[in-house]
């Protein structure tokens, strides 16, 4: 067996992050607070987030050969996962310029071309097929078919699934993630808690929806439907959070925690996460997040 548990695989960025008090105007000039550079991408973060929570981690997925390439490398060495699945493409490594603004509590991103996946490397294919888990995003869904990884015929899958899942068929994952948006649109005449459920239980798997601040919701055969309420902490900026939460979850199942301790557990991840500015810089570790649960106990 491979020595990580979990394979995340993806998109990987270098991001620089600016947090003003407004936006703006044309040709305006504006003090940031703080500007950071950091990693992003939401199977980058999530495989960060792992790491942190003491799951053995590897990472699968496109950098391009140049500066934002290399600190990648680098910001995964610090984080102790393994980089061996990594693919160098001939474009530039994907990234984002995202302005976060305090009075509206949102973000402007202006984000380069993403770069052209290429096909995964011999190290990825050996550590996917040992691994326990994989953890995919919106872009590592779909190079599953291409790959020949199916649900039951290798790892378990857990799918982030913040974006167009529609009409995805959630029998294709273990672990199936979606926001309460796309819950919505999947299922406009139902409740979410009757959403999530219906979805677990056609799919025979366990389904969970992101909230945002209000939490999360998630439904398997041996818990039932469950919630956990979020947490408020000082936020700076909520960006790479939802990202931060799958990887939470997925640390969390891993360990052993009912379904509903993981969604309360991960709800703790990802609020702690948003005392940052960027996605990662602000993640807790295992004795951390038992501390803060422990002082709202």
Known sequence: MSDFQVVCLGVITIDTIAL???????????????????????????????????????IAGTIGDDEDGVEVLRIFAREGVDTSGISIGASATSGSVIVASKEHSSRAISTRQPMQQVN??????????????????????????SEKIARGSGPKISFDAGYNVADFDASEVDLFVPTDRQMALRYPDLQLGAA????????????????????????????????????????????????????????????GHTLEASLLRANAVAALSCRGLDGQSMIPNTAELNKFLKERS
């Open 20 to 58: 003003v008090d407004n936006y703006p105007g044309e040709d305006e000039r504006v003090l940031a607070h703080q500007i950071a550079r950091a990693g992003g991408g939401p199977a980058a973060v999530a495989a960060v987030t792992l790491s942190r929570l003491g799951v053995s981690t590897a």
């Open 120 to 145: 995964l490397n011999a190290e990825a294919k050996r550590l996917i097929s040992q691994a326990e888990w994989l953890h995919v995003d919106h872009v590592g869904i779909n190079r599953l078919k």
């Open 196 to 255: 999530v459920e219906r979805d677990a239980v056609n799919a025979k798997n366990m389904t969970v929806a992101t909230q945002g601040s209000a939490g999360s919701t998630g439904y398997s055969s041996e818990s039932g439907l469950v919630h956990a309420d979020g947490f408020a902490v000082e936020v700076v900026s909520t960006l790479g959070a939802g990202d931060v939460f799958h990887g939470a979850l997925l640390a969390q199942v891993i360990q």
